[in-house]
């Protein structure tokens, strides 16, 4: 019984160690209103390009071809954000001012939109995050959807994602 007890409190000390050798992020945790300003930063005058999947729907097929071109984005209230947007997929080409939610997880800004009807487009829900010049997500419309996903692109340089302000 002693030796069980020995073995626990060595693993118990042994843990605690490993704990507190861990790195710690001396950086502090960004406020909110610096992270909405990066996404701003971030997302204006942008280009997102990337591909979507339908799923169920050519599988088989290559990768579909998307493009947002973003102009200002900006806060508008609560959880609402102004977007200037170009959408660019298949045989469509819309140019729309939108007012969008975006929640946050955490620093990662996610585009949330449920049901939300785009003139010429259709009536769709997504989930989008962006982090770090990369974008990502989920999307319903109708009786179908899929995956989108891409980088993040600044008019002067279309050939890398778009740097936030922490890798500045």
Same mark, same amino acid.
């Given at each position: 019984m002693i030796h069980k #007890?020995?073995?626990?409190?060595? &693993? +118990?000390?042994? &843990?605690?160690?490993?704990?507190a050798a861990e790195p710690t992020n001396s950086k502090p945790a960004p406020s909110q209103d610096d992270l909405e300003k990066q996404f701003a930063e971030t997302?204006?005058?942008?280009?997102?390009?990337?591909?979507f999947t339908i799923v169920g729907v050519n599988d088989d097929k290559p990768?579909?071809?998307?493009?947002?071109? +973003?102009? !200002?984005v900006m806060k508008l !209230?609560?959880?609402?954000?102004?977007?200037?947007?170009?959408?660019?997929?298949?045989?469509?080409?819309?140019k729309l001012p939108l007012a969008l939610p975006v929640k946050w997880a955490g620093d990662t800004p996610v585009i949330s939109v449920t049901d939300v009807t785009f003139p010429g487009?259709?009536?769709?829900?997504?989930?989008?995050?962006?982090y770090?010049?990369?974008? &990502?997500? #989920?999307?319903?419309g109708?009786?179908?959807?899929?995956?989108l996903f891409g980088r993040i692109v600044k008019e002067a340089d279309?050939? !890398?994602? &778009?740097?936030?302000s922490s890798e500045k």
């Open positions: #007890t020995c073995v626990a409190l060595v &693993a +118990l000390v042994l &843990a605690s160690a490993a704990v997302m204006s005058g942008a280009t997102l390009v990337g591909n990768l579909r071809e998307e493009r947002y071109t +973003l102009g !200002k !209230k609560n959880d609402l954000w102004s977007i200037e947007a170009r959408i660019q997929y298949g045989d469509h080409d819309v487009l259709g009536t769709y829900s997504a989930r989008v995050l962006v770090r010049g990369w974008y &990502a997500g #989920t999307w319903h109708g009786n179908h959807g899929g995956h279309d050939t !890398k994602p &778009a740097a936030t």
